[in-house]
């Protein structure tokens, strides 16, 4: 081979012209490359940052402290806790198996807990923490710091947690939270995004739910800077949110604690009202259930018997529980009749136990009759007779008219959740709800609470308040919301003569404080405080001919559910109402027996604002009452969270 | 031939022939680099070590070696371009039996201080070896067919070797290097229609026979055909490559988010964003000010690598300074193609700023030789 190269000779210049052509086809292609480098970063390029921003910067929320609720002296009956939990890390934690069982030993975790956190584990990304256990002790917390060292990539967390620190007083109040579910994101409508972070509480049932929107607050909004695979590089900036609506409630926490401790054993209701203001004081309903146990998770066998109970814990029967309202409606009639001028108080009518009605006979619950009777004593010894005829006289639409505006048949506006509208029964809605004519022997039913007639505790205690005020008092259950007070304006009058409230009211002191009167022994012994009340005791069964012949089977040789309700409504004091009380018992018996003495406790204590003097009531009775104050179990003052530093 | 061993009195010897090297590319060769080392030092977030540092020591070899080659007497090379040809062959049969397979495509062997990829090495080789060829063949007998088929199956060998590896970027850079030089060295006209009609008859083949029996390509490169035509096909999978690297180089904007700012490499949101991605960053942080600036650079560089090879009367020095700098316009141009949305991705480095040892050896190989031509032409006496 030779050393030197060939010369180009004639290739030469067809060399360079090709050259030519080449480099001419790579500049076209560089001016190609530089046009769409142009286009993509000076005419894209602002899209094309916005879409870098994007995968850049994750927006995290900030879930908003949710707002209080006390009881109308700022004592917490719902408050945020601190939860702690455990968390793991698997990329720091390395073997988590042995890493678990080893936490297995300080807190408790079923196979359960362990398969759904090694699950978990295997779906995060590596870095992610998990969450293992939730709501532990300081004493489990503190061993776990003492064991880091022995636990790595384990780490304590806190956050906020619902509490109810009053437990089942306050649980078909206040209600629950709970993590939302898809169809709570069905029901509400709601776009906040806070719906969408996993577990996050939401209210279920009561004021938690009715409230939520002010409770909830606003997010608050975290910019941080994430890589590819979302591990969070450092915050960019952060927004804070709104904490939640703090609720103030117009319930006595000591008197609800009273009411609920008086109606355990029993599937009972009670209400109590302010009548000046219509602020529900107390609203009990027996037997209540814990809320905290929904809100870390109830179990399924807890759930079970709550569900099943006959007693129903979980219904608030207080405004969910309808009953036909007995005697007690008695005093709808009276004033019906009064106002319309079918009968006035001297009239009289003989009451000889029963009226006939075409073929139809009309019993009066005294089988041997009441005699002559006239208003006062119709409703101090509920004969039904008196109202059998009344009831004729005034028709079925003036008692209906004279019972809405006192508040039955009406769906009050309360913040809790199933309220009943109840039932007031005319002519028209028979027709156009059960198809048939009304016939008159529905008026003489109607006219002793039975039949269509429904009505909830909460309604007759407004009931009684109205009567006690003759004003349209309203029911009130939020005292303030961020410390700014609900409307509560004086109610107006209801329009009903002076005379006429009078008559009725008379009847009714006449029932809790004359011999002979259906809850004479129930009275309140001391002067100033005395009660005006009416018992009621609703029949949930039809007595047939046969039975009445045989004669009525007591209540007490009935399954219970088959029972008589016990009702009885109050108002005290007898010369300057304060409050309404309404209690119903079901199945409990006769009213004046069983549910006159709950009242009339609640009464005294709501009137006394503590535990009433025993010289309160008859002197006969003040051993037994000492003795079964005894067997309450009342909440110790001391075990109340302590209140707000404001009132 | 006398005219020749006249000239070569004129040649520079010894130490003087540093004189006669064609400085301002050393220059501009040297300046792509750096930019290569900023770039590699920001995306390992501001450390030198991770990227930057073994970088500039294979920069450092790569220049020793430019420099003995350059020095090395043009006649020389082109006697053992043969040989060269003949060892890259073998060392790519080798790796196809013995090699090993990284990230699914690129085979290399392990050298102990580097790891080889024969493919590259071909890419200068064969460049060699078909300037030599041309040197040597009589101008008549360029375009008669056996002498056009002989270049060709040079060209051809070796490109199926690397699609067999598979290694589309490579196989792509070779056929299309080895075309120009035949165009260059003067091969008719009609041969390159007829290869452009066959080329496209391929591409219908290739297209129409996926999912045949006779399937031509493999599915994970029909796939990336797939996903180049429509990126968002597939957001997360395939397609995520071009999405994220469009995202990126467009968030630049005119004038970048300045260096070391760039969002979209350092969170990993970049695949490879330090080797075959690396424009990305760049023009995302340096923006299109940055991206055209390596680009002029670029140019430059192929522009003096031209007027060398235009004043050079040797035929051999001509034809490998064209070659050359032909491939490394392929190399620049397919990256950036890629990069861009223009191209599949097809794996082949930013040159001399990708991070990766062979491409930048064998880049500065191939511009000594460059030099060797431009110092050793031969020059008019007197």
Known sequence: MSLVNRDQGKGFKRLNRRAMLLFGAQAGFMGLLGSRLHYLQVVEGKKYRLLAEENRINIRLIPPARGLIYDRDWVPVAQNDQNYRVVMVREQAGDVRKILDRLRKIIPLDDNDFAAALKEFKRRAAFVPVTIAEHLTWEQLAEISVNAPALPGVSAEVGLSRYYPLGPDFAHIVG????????????????????????????????????????????????????????????????????????????????????????????????????????????????????????????????????????????????????????????????????????????????????????????????????????????????????????????????????????????????????????????????????????????LNSAIGQGFVLASPLQLALMTARIATGRAVAPRLIKSIDGVPTENPRPPSLG???????????????????????????????????????????????????????????????????????LFIAFAPYDKPRYAVAVVVEHGGGGSRFAAPIARDIMLEALYGSEPPLTAYPASQRTRIMNERKKLKLRAPEDYPKAKDRA | MSYLVHNLKTVPTGWRKLLYLNWPLILLVTAVACIGFLMLYSVAGGNFQTWAEPQVKRFAVGF????????????????????????????????????????????????????????????IALVMALAAYYDWLDDERVSRPFWVLLPLLLILVPMLLVLKQPDLGTALLLAIGGGAIMFLAGVSLWYFLAAFLSGGALVAAVLFSRGTSWQLLKDYQ??????????????????????????????????????????????????????????????????????????????????????????????????????????????????????????????????????????????????GLVQSAHVHRPRRAG
């Not at chain 1, 009990?284 to 129903?312: E, H, Q, W």
């Not at chain 1, 119709?378 to 505006?405: N, P, T």
């Not at chain 1, 004359?514 to 029949?539: C, D, V």
């Open chain 2, 222 to 367: 029909y796939k990336r055909i797939d996903t180049f035509l429509d990126p968002s096909t597939d957001p997360l999978g395939a397609g995520y490559h071009i999405t994220q690297s469009k995202i990126a180089l467009g968030s630049g904007g005119w004038s970048g988010r300045g260096f070391m700012q760039g969002t979209q490499s350092r969170l990993n949101f970049l695949p490879e964003k330090q080797t075959d991605f690396i424009f990305t960053t760049l023009a995302e942080e340096l923006g299109f000010v940055g991206g055209m600036t390596l680009m002029v650079l670029y140019a430059l560089i192929i522009l003096f690598c031209l007027t060398s090879a235009f004043g050079n009367r040797d035929r051999f020095g001509s034809l490998l300074t064209h070659g050359i700098a032909t491939t490394f316009f392929l190399f620049f141009a397919v990256n950036m193609s890629m990069v861009m949305g223009m191209a599949p991705v097809v794996g082949v480095p930013l040159p001399l700023v990708s991070y990766g040892g062979t491409a930048m050896l064998v880049l500065l190989i191939g511009f």
């Open chain 1, 176 to 443: 629950y939270v709970g993590p939302v579910s898809d169809y709570d994101l069905k029901r509400l409508d709601d776009q906040d995004p806070l719906l969408q972070i996993p577990k996050f509480q939401i209210g279920k049932t009561g004021v938690e739910r009715k409230l939520e929107r002010r409770l909830r607050g606003l997010a608050g909004t975290r910019r941080i800077e994430v890589n590819a695979v979302g591990r969070v590089i450092r915050e960019i900036d952060r927004r804070e949110g709104k904490p939640g609506a703090n609720v103030q409630l117009t319930v006595d926490h000591r008197l609800q604690n009273y009411v609920e401790a008086r109606l355990e054993g029993q599937s009972a209701a009670a209400v109590v009202i302010d009548v000046n203001n219509g602020d529900i004081v107390a609203l009990g309903s027996a037997p209540s259930f814990d809320p905290n146990k929904f809100v870390t998770g109830i179990s399924s066998t807890d759930y079970r018997a709550l569900m099943d109970s006959p007693y129903r814990p979980l219904a608030n029967k207080t405004v969910q529980g309808t009953y036909p309202p007995g005697s007690t409606f008695k005093i709808m009639v009276a004033l019906a009749a009064l106002e319309s001028g079918a009968i006035d108080t001297r009239e009289t009518i003989f009451c000889r136990g029963y009226i006939d009605l075409g073929k139809q006979r009309f019993h009066c619950w005294k089988r041997s009759g009441h005699g002559k009777i006239d208003l006062k004593n119709s409703l101090k010894q509920s004969c039904d007779v008196y109202y059998y005829e009344l009831a004729q006289r005034v028709g079925i639409e003036k008692i209906a008219e004279m019972a809405r505006k006192f508040g039955l048949g009406e769906r009050h506006h309360l913040p809790l959740n199933g309220i009943a509208a109840g039932l007031v029964p005319t002519k028209n809605w028979k027709k156009t709800k059960i198809g048939e004519h009304w016939r008159i022997g529905d008026t």
């Open chain 2, 64 to 123: 020793a070696l430019m420099m003995v080659v350059a020095f090395i007497p043009i006649w020389f090379w082109r006697n053992v371009a043969g040989l060269a040809y003949f060892i890259s062959l073998m060392l790519l049969i080798g790796v196809e039996l013995f090699g090993q397979v990284g990230m699914g495509a690129q085979r290399w062997i392990d050298l102990g201080f580097m790891r080889l990829q024969p493919s590259e090495l071909m890419k």
């Open chain 1, 496 to 566: 009903i003569s002076r005379a006429s409230l009078n008559a009725v009211r008379g009847g009714m002191f006449a029932v809790s404080n004359e011999r002979g009167g259906t809850a004479y022994s129930k009275r309140i012994a001391e002067k100033t405080m005395r009660m005006a009340g009416k018992t009621g005791t609703s029949q949930v069964r039809r007595i047939t001919r046969k039975e009445r012949a045989a004669g009525v089977i007591r209540n007490e040789d009935l399954p219970w559910e088959r029972r008589d309700h016990a």
